[in-house]
């Protein structure tokens, strides 16, 4: 996901089924041709791959961030700062969003930590907020609506990638606009704020299957849907690395985001080759569904990942289970709100703002783990410092 969504630079032709990421310049590479290793079982390459985007997120990894040492939504990696000094003017300010859904618990805890954050600046007059409930056209209309209420910035999160570029394009000629999560295929907003990205999620999830299962063991590969940007790095990224390792991937399902279709898909491979050694998912929301499988088969949990919603956590916890939790950290939905203000005060930010993705293994997992929080939450939440913590949340 470089500048705005290299990752799909080469493809703004493409209509997406599709949830999260990049978007191009006119000068983006051009996507690796769709091969596959002999035999690996993972199919094509996704026409979202592209390899220069790869290698700087894995090699983003290892990069120390800028920023407040415990402010990580602050803090950007290799930043390449932009002035905004066309966009200044006094406050008090009325910031609009457009969101693309608050229809599973990842976009529940961030939405809910986005507005402690606002609550947080005074200067913020008014906070407009539409919800576009997982629907292309009605997050179309929605910005369009938000641009005619007086809007001095405007936040996107797009609900698919493609489908939802002309809009931004259209705002970014009225307003300025942020984007954040989920990516559009036009450089237009100021600036774009994300995690490191899908690829470096979906590596190293992989690559912690590499280490853990044996050499030829049989992993099936759990995906939500097609055609979002962040959730097809995510695959392409474990691709690259299952191609190059002994491992077969028996399977490549997607769930819906389900935890019963989930089960029942993990059950169906069980019964099909009698073991299954390992489990890569590109969202761990269901995460504890496949494991349920495995129990209920009477097996042993073989290396899975999850992600830091507190169900899968505890559960690894209790069950002393072989498993990693790469994120895709909640704490992002308060940047939109501090870049905006920023923006607003002709302030630089970083052109591509990439934020830390931390990941967590059984040495950090005490950490993540808040029994006092509900199951469906977030431990990379940022959320502990805000007024209403953690009542807001649904904690004690």
């Known amino acids: ?46 026409k979202f791959f592209v390899q220069a985007d790869f290698d700087a997120q894995l ?24 002035d905004t000094a066309q966009y200044k003017k006094d406050g008090p300010y009325h910031l609009c969003f457009s969101n693309a859904a608050v229809n599973n618990p990842w976009r529940q805890v961030g939405w809910k930590t986005m507005q402690a954050e606002v609550g947080l600046h005074k200067e913020i007059e008014e906070f407009t907020a539409l919800d576009a409930e997982g629907k292309d056209d009605k997050q179309i209309s929605d910005i369009a609506e938000l641009q005619a209420k007086g809007c001095d910035a405007l936040i996107v999160s797009p609900n698919t990638t493609a489908t939802l570029t002309p809009a931004v394009t259209a705002a970014c000629e009225k307003v300025p606009v942020i984007v954040f999560d989920r990516g559009v295929e036009t450089d237009c907003p100021v600036t774009f704020i994300k995690p490191i990205g899908g690829y470096a999620f979906g590596a190293d999830a992989a690559e912690f299957l590499v280490e853990k299962v044996p050499a030829g063991g049989k992993v099936l590969a759990l995906r939500i849907l097609p055609g979002v940007d962040v959730l097809e790095t995510r695959w392409s990224a474990a ?16 769930t819906d985001g389900d935890a019963v279709k989930t089960k029942s898909i993990v059950s169906d491979y069980i019964q099909r080759h009698g073991k299954i050694d390992g489990v890569w998912m590109d969202a761990g929301a269901t995460a504890v569904a496949a494991i349920e499988a495995f129990e209920d088969a009477g ?34 939905w308060r940047t939109p709100v501090i870049a905006a203000l920023k923006i607003l005060k002709g302030e630089e930010v970083p ?46």
């Open 299 to 332: 097996q042993p949990v073989p290396p899975i990942n999850g992600e830091d919603q507190q169900d899968f956590l505890q559960k690894w916890k209790d069950a002393g289970l072989t498993a990693v939790a790469p994120t895709y950290p909640t704490y992002q």
């Open 239 to 254: 691709k690259v690395v299952f191609d190059k390792s002994g491992l077969q991937v028996v399977g490549v399902e997607f």
């Open 351 to 396: 052109e591509m703002w990439n934020l830390p993705q931390p990941k967590v293994t059984s040495e950090s997992l005490s950490a993540y783990l808040k029994p006092d929080m509900p199951p469906l939450h977030y431990a990379l939440c940022g959320c502990e410092d805000l007024p209403g913590f953690p009542e807001g949340w649904g904690g004690k």
């Open 1 to 46: 996901m470089p500048r705005h969504k290299a990752a799909v630079a080469a493809f703004a032709a493409l209509v997406l089924a599709g949830c999260t990421t990049d978007a191009p310049v006119a000068t983006a590479p051009q996507a690796t041709p769709a091969t596959s290793a002999p035999g690996s079982g993972t199919g094509a390459q996704s």
């Open 59 to 82: 090699a983003m990894r290892s990069q120390t961030p800028e920023g407040p040492d415990a402010k990580p939504w602050e803090q950007a990696i290799a930043p390449k700062m932009i």
